[in-house]
């Protein structure tokens, strides 16, 4: 469809979530992007954090990614990461402790902080 994103995140070991999408905004290693319908092609570096997906009904769904790529061609957005969770399925008490328990891991740390901003709770 006309102005129409075909979107797919993808974890190393599962696909997380895909649908028709307005915008797909994620962060890479030179900053956020934002992709809309009609994008020019791109291969981007992820960074650790947040990937907002904007359905075409206006929700906003939410994942966490670890690292990976973002490929945007024509009309189809793949976010292909290391690992990546939605916001149902964080344990937020969990990640907590993983966060404390990441001391001086900045990676480590990174992903708790991210997971837990996707689950709401930063």
Same mark, same amino acid.
Do not use: C, Y
């Given at each position: 469809m006309a102005g129409e994103l075909n979107v797919e995140v993808v974890a190393a070991d599962r696909k997380v979530w895909s649908g028709a999408a307005s915008i797909v905004v994620a962060k890479t290693t030179e900053g956020e992007i934002g992709i809309m319908a009609g994008h020019e092609p791109v291969l981007g570096l992820l960074a650790?954090?947040?990937?907002?997906?904007?359905?075409?009904?206006?929700? *906003?769904? !939410? &994942?966490?990614?670890?690292?990976?790529?973002?490929?945007? +061609? @024509?009309?189809?957005? #793949?976010?292909?990461?290391? %690992? *990546?969770? !939605? &916001?149902?399925?964080?344990?937020?008490?969990?990640?907590? +402790? @993983?966060?404390?328990? #990441?001391?001086?891991?900045? %990676? *480590?740390?990174?992903?708790?902080?991210?997971r837990l901003q996707v689950a709401g709770v930063r």
């Open positions: 650790t954090g947040v990937v907002t997906v904007r359905t075409s009904e206006g929700e *906003a769904v !939410l &994942a966490a990614v670890d690292r990976g790529f973002l490929s945007v +061609s @024509e009309d189809h957005v #793949a976010v292909l990461a290391e %690992a *990546a969770q !939605l &916001a149902d399925e964080i344990d937020a008490a969990s990640v907590e +402790s @993983e966060l404390a328990a #990441a001391g001086e891991d900045q %990676a *480590a740390s990174r992903w708790a902080q991210a």
